[in-house]
Nanobody, 116 residues
Framework: VQLQASGGGLVQPGGSLRLSCAAS????????MTWFRQAPGKQREWVAV???????SFLDSVKGRFTISRDSAKNTVTLQMNSLRPEDTAIYYC???????????WGQGTQVTVSS
């Protein structure tokens, strides 16, 4: 499985960005999809997850601001980020985890910078 993340950039506080993760094949029925992020000097943390059954969870600090969705026809997972804060600045990574084998696949990361 190959994952291609896109959509990062520079945005002012309070602004919005949409990240996309395109998978090389249809995987949503077998893989949990997660967005992670890693800020400078910090450990990578999960931000949002959507399971094979469609169950969605968010990191507490992004609840109410971020949404995650998937488009099976396009093999794409989207992270919509609203009301962005400087503390959301990080490299964002798309992850696919095989539900049976536990094998992880990672996208290349996309930089999100929230600054005035």
């Amino acid at each position: 499985v190959q994952l291609q993340a896109s959509g990062g950039g520079l945005v002012q506080p309070g602004g919005s960005l949409r990240l996309s993760c395109a998978a090389s094949r249809s995987i949503f029925s077998t893989h949990t999809m997660t967005w992670f992020r890693q800020a400078p000097g910090k450990q990578r943390e999960w931000v949002a997850v959507i399971t094979t059954g469609g169950i969605i969870s968010f990191l507490d600090s992004v609840k109410g601001r971020f949404t995650i969705s998937r488009d099976s026809a396009k093999n794409t997972v989207t992270l919509q980020m609203n009301s962005l804060r400087p503390e959301d600045t990080a490299i964002y990574y798309c992850n696919a985890r095989d539900r049976q084998s536990g094998v992880n696949y990672w996208g290349q990361g996309t930089q999100v910078t929230v600054s005035s």
